[in-house]
């Protein structure tokens, strides 16, 4: 009984390490999904009572962790009946990616300076709304964000799955789960925190302490450069996630990245530098262009369908 017991407990801790270190994987490649989801999630907040910044961003990751126990089953079921669909899934997430990436990065061209008018407009109007108003607004406002964090989170459990591919069963569900409640956590702790800066900001500022204004001044001064980095970040890492995806779905592209680390390995002295560098410069180029032909194929289907809609 006692040696049962013994490989009992043995077997679980062979399990939690197998866990940790492929949720570390999966982390690692999920990466460009989570800058990019912060910032949109921190955005989703934009016009509302800073009393209502916290129960908002509350209510968008109560969504979210209904959306990851929906998807969760959805992708074990996968594992265990359909694995030729996780690769075309994870191929298709990947292109999303670049898709949303080059999308992010066209912003200004595609969208008009009439339509960046419209949505400061509708900001300053938004704070104007009766109780009963802002009440239908904010719920409208969370649903359109879980709805935004269902395609985000079906990114990172599909990508999560990539990276474990072919281990046991139960370490794929158990990475799924712990991955999915600890970015559910971290996502929205950090949204908690990036929103409320401000406010922080504004309290200290109006401190007495020449310490305390000076850093409050400051943190009001850095609040929205932090706001673009984190977007910028989450789009260069979307790119470089993205274009890796597509990379590993196609092994020329995959052997051609693998051939140029290696050539620009042997150069000296910035060899080691280049063959870290040069990967992630290919996977970037990849998912401009799978990005870019995507965008190009959604926009053509926009305007054909524009013009069917405008002839009947």
Sequence with gaps: ??????????????????????????????????????????????????SRELPVVFAVAKGSAINKAILVPIALL?????????????????????FEGVEKVF???????????????????????????????????????VRTDFILS??????????????????????????????????YLVVAGVVKLDDLGLYLAAGVNGAKKAAGRFILWITPYLMKTLSILGTVAMFLVGGGIIAHGFPFLHHFAEHAAHEAQELPTVGNVLAFGTPLLINMAIGLVVGSLVLALVYLYKKTFRKSAAAH
Aim: some cysteine; charged content about 15%; proline content about 3%.
């Design 154 to 187: 079906a990114e990172i459990v599909v990508i999560s799955l990539g990276t474990i591919q072919g281990a046991p069963f139960m370490t794929q569900a158990a990475v799924l789960v712990a991955i999915s409640i600890a970015f559910t956590i971290g996502v």
């Design 1 to 50: 009984m006692a040696v049962s017991l013994l490989a009992l407990l043995d077997d679980i801790a062979f399990l939690a390490d197998d866990v940790a270190a492929m949720s570390k994987i999966a982390a690692k490649k999920t990466a460009g999904v989570l800058g990019d989801d912060i910032a949109l999630n921190a955005d989703q907040v934009t016009g509302f009572a800073p």
């Design 107 to 145: 912003h200004k061209f595609l969208h008009s300076e009439a339509e960046d008018k419209a949505r400061h407009a509708e900001l300053i109007t938004h704070v104007q709304l009766t109780p009963d108003q802002l009440l239908a607004a904010e719920k409208e406002k969370i649903k359109g964000a």
């Design 78 to 98: 996968l594992v265990a009946f359909a694995p030729w669909a996780l690769t075309p899934l994870l191929m298709i997430g990947g292109a999303f990616l670049c």
